[in-house]
């Protein structure tokens, strides 16, 4: 199968302009009807999770853009989540399933913020993050053959996707927290071929290297972080709590630990996290972000 890079750019022509390397959608028309677009390609299945992120160029006059994953056959005159077989993040923090009707969920976004989207097969769940804070889960339920797509009703709008050709802005998916410079190569090696092997299989080859010392603290948050990408939340808490217990005031364990009890709605755990890092690094602006993030949602 071709590799999953761009979007179909005859999705929806009167309305939507594509860039020449299919990256760059831009909303041309009165900004009375939506327009919605879909990658060129559905998502690998076994690949086992699938991360892109959205960067808001311009939110347009009134501000509507759409986020999120559809089937092959959705309404592309309507906005992710308002069709069936189509699950959106939409920019006035509510999310749609199947129904123009959305719930509450997120803050809102504009211009300048940088969306994530990760879609998780083994747990068939959907998530999105903003600006590098996770927002927790947005939908427990998918089925068939997915496809990214966005969706604009916004004269001027305009959004850029990256599926994995530059670093990914959420923490998580690039190297920016691994201090040990083997790990760092070994990572990056790894995240590099994100278009052209299955994750799954990437992973496979990551884990290879931890069958190491348990108690050695580099390739504990290694493997911590592979493990939450991967999903695998007990044995990511395992490691993050290994890490604790050598240094309770290790700032990567707390960001981390605190995320994956937000994740998986352990709020007060996780508050008690994002708290003690706050009060141990108050310019952590991530921890601040993620704390006030927590909360709003408790």
Known sequence: MASLTAWVVNDNPESLNVDPEGLVINYIGTGRNAATIRTNNRIIRQSGLFYFEVHIQDIGENGTVGIGFCAKTVDLNKLPGCDDNSWGFHSNGDIFCYSDLGRSYGPSYTTGDTIGCCLNFSHKTISFIKNGVHLGIAFRWFEGNIYPCIGLKSRGGSIKVNFGHKRFKYEAMNDDDIEDKSLKESWNKIMS????????????????????????HAFLQYRAKAYFIMGKYEEALSDLTKLLEINQNDEYALSYRGEIYYV???????????????????????????????????
């Open 193 to 216: 071929k994100y278009d052209d092997r299955l994750l799954r299989d990437r992973f496979k080859e990551l884990t290879r290297s931890f069958e190491i010392d348990s108690n050695d």
């Open 264 to 298: 998986t709605e352990k709020n007060d755990k996780s508050i008690e996290d994002l708290d003690k890092l706050v009060r141990i690094n108050p310019s952590n602006e991530w921890a601040q972000k993620a704390l006030e993030e927590v909360n709003r949602g408790k």
